[in-house]
């Protein structure tokens, strides 16, 4: 089971001025601030955290481009790539045994950004199993080979059927204003 952090990424979401279908109430900046991009920019950050050494969130925000993503989507992306980061050596482990032949060492970096993330969607709850995985394969078809899309859809449809879900916890008022599962895969179906 995913290791808890500090910071709850789905109730952060809703908190900070997100509205029924996922987009951002904020003004100013590009980008509506859907899951979508705060996925992106996540699987992005992860990618940065692998190949460096960077790990500190202020910094991280800093250092993302101010004109692509309005502050919100940083933030939340730089959340939920922070809380997929603390679980990465799990994530790691648990797609060496479902791909041997291909441990994340051999995996490029992007790959690996890309399961990571939605190892942690899938087994937090942040996010449907299907649409976590209907996510990955969308960002393995945009930011990756002509190969991954098909090596994430089998990883991760693998991983969906080993592991034990997060149970349904009694609704918080944070909760109580999350979208339905229609929700989530109406967002993930936008272009």
Do not use: C
């Not at 992005?44 to 202020?58: E, G, I, P």
């Not at 441990?103 to 190892?119: C, E």
């Amino acid at each position: 089971m995913v290791s808890q952090t500090s910071l709850n990424v789905k109730d952060s979401m809703t908190e900070q001025g997100t509205t029924s279908d996922g987009n951002a109430n904020t003004p100013g900046g590009s980008g509506g601030g859907n899951r979508r991009d705060v996925r992106r920019l996540a699987m992005q950050v992860l990618y940065q955290m692998d190949v460096t050494t960077q790990r500190d969130r202020q910094t991280i925000i800093d250092g993302l481009d101010d004109k692509f993503d309005n502050p919100l989507v940083r933030e939340h992306g730089t959340d939920l790539a922070m809380a997929a980061w603390a679980n990465h050596d799990e994530a790691d482990t648990k797609v060496a045994e479902l791909a041997p032949e291909w441990p994340t060492h051999r995996q490029p970096p992007v790959d690996r950004a890309i399961l990571r993330l939605a190892y942690y969607e899938i087994t937090s709850g942040h996010a449907p199993v299907k649409v976590a995985i209907n996510e990955a394969v969308e960002l393995a078809k945009q930011y990756a080979s002509e190969q991954t899309p098909a090596f994430v859809n089998g990883v991760l449809d693998k991983l969906a059927k080993t592991i034990d879900l997060p149970e349904t916890q009694p609704e918080t008022p944070a909760e109580a204003t999350l979208p339905d599962a229609q929700a989530w895969l109406d967002d993930a179906t936008d272009p």
